[in-house]
C-alpha cells in the first residue's frame, strides 16, 4: 500500500508501483490541469511538486511526474496546480495573466507549479534562480518575457506584505501563495511510514529518468524495486581524503553540495549544463553510471576525477575503477544483483587544475555531442597527474589513457596540446548520428582539448589559425 498526501488530501494506493505519478493523477484522481505532453520529461507540462520531510518543515522541488514512478510518491506531499488554487487566484497566477505570460495555457499548468516551488524554497528573490526554476517548462506559443515579468511581479506581491508573520510558509500563506492546509503537511508526513527498500527484483529503478523514456510500456507491467529513498545511497561526505557520493543523490544535490563547490570553484557552472532542473532532481548519479550513456556528462567528469565505483550485493561489497566499468556499448563491469551503492574520489591536493567542456546544438537542456574533462597536477612546471575523459567519440564513455601517457611528465606548451590532440584521434571511433558526423565528432574532441587548455594555461598557449578548409 502506497501512502501519500495529494494536495490536502491522503491518498492510499494499492496500484502497481511502476505506475507513473502523471497517469495516477490524471486518470485515477481526475486532476487534468496537470497535462501530459512529450512523456520524455522534456515539456514541463506534468510538473508537480514532491515535498518530503527536512527536519521541522517540508522541502519541494519540482519533477516530471511522467517519470516518476508512483511508489517514490510514499510519504511525501505532491502538488499539482489545483494543489494551490485559492478562492482566489495566486500572485502567481494574477501576475501570468497581467503580464501576458499565458496563451494557449496547456504549458501554464506547469509553469506556475514550478514557480511556486520557487517560492517555497527561497526567501531572498534572485531572478537568475527564479528563472532557472522554470528551466524545464517550455512555451511555444507565448514567449518567455511575459513569463519572466510575471515572476518578478510576483515577487513584488510576496514582499510588499506579511511582515507580521513567523515564518517563509506562514508569509506565503499571508499573502495567497499557497492554501492554509500548507502548515500541517509536516506533521501529517511524519505519521505515513517508508516502504521497505529491498532491492532484489530484475528491475531496479533510481531516478527512472531514463528507462521511462526508453522502456516505458516494460516497465509499467513489472516488478521492480526502488532504491531513491534508500538512506544508505544518500549522502555526499568527505571521509579522510576521499569525497564519497551515494549512488541515490541527485544530479542537483551534487550540483548544490556546499563541499564540491569549494573544492571546485566552476562546479555549479558545469552542472547548470546538465539537463532542467526536475530532471536534475531526479536523475541518480547510481543512474547515471549504470545507464552507461557514451554522452553522460557526470560519468565524464567523474572519469577525470579518477573514481571509484562502490558495488554491493547484500553484505558482499567490491570496488572498481570507473574507467575499468565499461567493457563495451552498455556492457558493465557489474553482476545482475549488484547495485552501485556509492562512487568516491580522491580531494585534490590544494594546487590542482579541472575544466569541464560540452558541446550541443543548445546550451542549455541538450544532450552532448562531445563532452570532455580534464584534471592534472603540476610539479616543477611539467605536468605530473593528468586525466583526460572524453563522451561522444565512442561506445564507451572514454578515458583517453595513450594521451594522458604522451602528456605525463611534459611541459604545458602548444606543441605539446597539439600532438596530445593528435594522439587522442587515434583512440577515438565515433559515428556519425543525428548530434553529428564522425568527422564532426573528430574535431569537436580536438577543439576541446584545446579549450582545456586555453582556459587553464592561457599564457602558455598560442594555437595556429585553424584551416579554413575544415568543418567549424
Known amino acids: 500500500m502506497i501512502k501519500f498526501i495529494l494536495n490536502d488530501q491522503l491518498v492510499e494506493t494499492s496500484v502497481l508501483p511502476t505506475t507513473v505519478l502523471l497517469d495516477f493523477i490524471r486518470k485515477e484522481k481526475k486532476l487534468t490541469a496537470t497535462k501530459e505532453g512529450c512523456r520524455e520529461g522534456d515539456c514541463g507540462a506534468c510538473t508537480v511538486l514532491v515535498g518530503e ?29 489545483e494543489g494551490v488554487n485559492n478562492s482566489v487566484l495566486t500572485p502567481i497566477q494574477e501576475a501570468m495573466v497581467d503580464e501576458g505570460g499565458t496563451q494557449c495555457g ?82 501529517r508526513l511524519k505519521q505515513i511510514p ?80 546538465f539537463g532542467s532542473m526536475p530532471i536534475r532532481n531526479r536523475a541518480t548519479v547510481g543512474g547515471n553510471i549504470v545507464n552507461a550513456s557514451p554522452i553522460a556528462d557526470t560519468v565524464n567528469i567523474l572519469l577525470a576525477l579518477d573514481a571509484v565505483v562502490h558495488l554491493r550485493n547484500g553484505k558482499k561489497n567490491r570496488e572498481v575503477a570507473l574507467k575499468n566499468f565499461y567493457k ?32 550541443s546544438k543548445r546550451t542549455f537542456l541538450d544532450i552532448a555531442s562531445v563532452n570532455s574533462s580534464i584534471y592534472l597536477e603540476l610539479a616543477k612546471r611539467r605536468i605530473s597527474v593528468i586525466r583526460i575523459s572524453a563522451g561522444g567519440v565512442a561506445p564507451i564513455p572514454l578515458y583517453l589513457a595513450e594521451t594522458c601517457k604522451f602528456l605525463k611528465s611534459k611541459s604545458v606548451n602548444t606543441e605539446t596540446v597539439l600532438t596530445a590532440a593528435s594522439i587522442a584521434q587515434t583512440e577515438i571511433s565515433p559515428i556519425s548520428d543525428a548530434r553529428g558526423s564522425a568527422e564532426y565528432k573528430r574535431l569537436l574532441l580536438r577543439q576541446l582539448i584545446y579549450a582545456h587548455f586555453v582556459k587553464l594555461f592561457p599564457e602558455q598557449i598560442e594555437l595556429p589559425i585553424p584551416n579554413t578548409n575544415e568543418r567549424n
Not at 520531510?53 to 496546480?81: E, F, Q, W
Not at 501554464?108 to 522554470?134: C, Q, R
Not at 510576483?154 to 500563506?173: R, W, Y
Not at 527498500?197 to 522502456?215: N, P, R
Open 328 to 359: 563495451g556499448y552498455k556492457t558493465l563491469n557489474k553482476k545482475p544483483d549488484e547495485i552501485i551503492e556509492a562512487v568516491s574520489f580522491k580531494v585534490p591536493p590544494r594546487n590542482f587544475f579541472f575544466n569541464f567542456e560540452k558541446i
Open 53 to 81: 520531510v527536512a527536519g521541522n518543515r517540508v522541502k519541494y522541488k519540482s519533477v516530471n511526474s511522467c517519470l516518476m514512478p508512483i511508489s517514490d510518491a510514499n510519504a511525501k506531499h505532491i502538488v499539482t496546480v
Open 106 to 187: 496547456f504549458c501554464t499548468p506547469g509553469f506556475i507549479v514550478s514557480m511556486t516551488g520557487y517560492f517555497l524554497n527561497h526567501d531572498k528573490f534572485e531572478i537568475d534562480k527564479a528563472v532557472d526554476s522554470i528551466g524545464g517548462n517550455i512555451c511555444r506559443c507565448t514567449g518567455y518575457a511575459g513569463i519572466k515579468r510575471a515572476l518578478e511581479k510576483a515577487n513584488g506581491a510576496f514582499s510588499g506584505n506579511g511582515s507580521q508573520a513567523k515564518t517563509h510558509l506562514e508569509k506565503l500563506i499571508t499573502n495567497k501563495f499557497v492554501p492554509q492546509y500548507f502548515l500541517d503537511i509536516p506533521k
Open 194 to 273: 517508508a516502504i521497505p527498500t529491498k532491492a532484489k527484483s530484475k528491475v531496479v529503478i533510481s531516478g527512472g529518468t531514463d528507462l521511462y523514456v526508453q522502456k516505458w510500456e516494460e516497465l509499467v507491467r513489472s516488478n521492480a524495486d526502488f532504491i531513491s529513498a534508500d538512506a544508505k545511497l544518500k549522502g555526499i561526505a568527505k571521509t579522510k581524503n576521499r569525497i564519497r557520493i551515494g549512488g541515490a543523490v541527485t544530479i542537483e544535490e551534487i550540483k548544490n553540495s556546499n563541499l564540491l563547490q569549494k573544492i571546485f570553484p566552476h562546479w555549479n557552472e558545469y552542472f547548470n549544463l
